[in-house]
Structures are given as C-alpha cells and as structure tokens.
C-alpha cells in the first residue's frame, strides 16, 4: 500500500503565501508524476501543477506566475510554493503520485486533502 500525506494548509489574507507539502511512503519502487489538484465547493476538481520525474513541469493558466511546484525525489515528497493568494484559491487541495508498485503496474494515489482559505 501507498500513503500520500499532505500539510501547510490553512487561512491566510489575500496577497499572502503559504507551502504544501506531501510525503509519499509505503511498497513504492519509483514515483512517475507527481502533482496538486485542487476542488472548491461547487465545483470540479482541477488540476493545479503537476511535475514528473524528470523534472517536467506543467501549471494551470490561473496559477501561472504565483504558485511553484518542485520534488525531493528522495524523500518522495512534492511541494506546492503559493504566492500572492486570492480567495478564488481558496479550496481543498490534494495531492496525487502515479506510484510504480512492481515491474509491471502502476497506481495513482490521492492524498486526504488538505483545506486552503484564502479571507480577509
């Protein structure tokens, strides 16, 4: 099996900042794509940034310019940098990895999420 724990959530003003991270542990052989979605109440979960292995990286248009995504590949563990926050950020974020469990399959995963508000 293959944990994703995430933290940094929390309540920040608009304008501020705030660090996601989470750690991936469990039968994991190698991690493939790693990256953050995020859902807001109403509304469909979306892909924020994603990074794969080799260091490829892709963003939302929404969140191009603010927020940064990188990996510790040691330690298995994806950050989401977020800047300049805006209450429309405001959502559940979730982390998600495409784990390589064995030679020949592998799974993607999905963090318990972890909630961001950004209020005045």
């Known amino acids: 099996q293959v944990q994703l724990v995430e933290s940094g959530g929390g309540l920040v003003q608009p304008g501020g900042s705030l660090r996601l991270s989470c750690a991936a542990s469990g039968s994991i052989i190698s991690i493939n794509t790693m990256g953050w979605y995020r859902q807001a109440p109403g509304k469909q979960r979306e892909m924020v940034a994603t990074?794969?292995?080799?260091?490829?990286?892709n963003y939302a248009e929404s969140v191009k310019g603010r927020f940064t995504i990188s990996r510790d590949n040691a330690k298995n563990t994806v950050y989401l940098q977020m800047n300049s926050l805006k209450p429309e950020d405001t959502a559940v974020y979730y982390c998600?990895?495409?784990?390589?469990?064995?030679?020949?399959?592998?799974?993607?995963?999905w963090g318990q999420g972890t909630q961001v508000t950004v209020s005045s």
């Open positions: 998600s990895a495409l784990v390589k469990i064995n030679i020949v399959r592998a799974n993607n995963y």
């Open positions: 990074i794969v292995s080799s260091g490829n990286i």
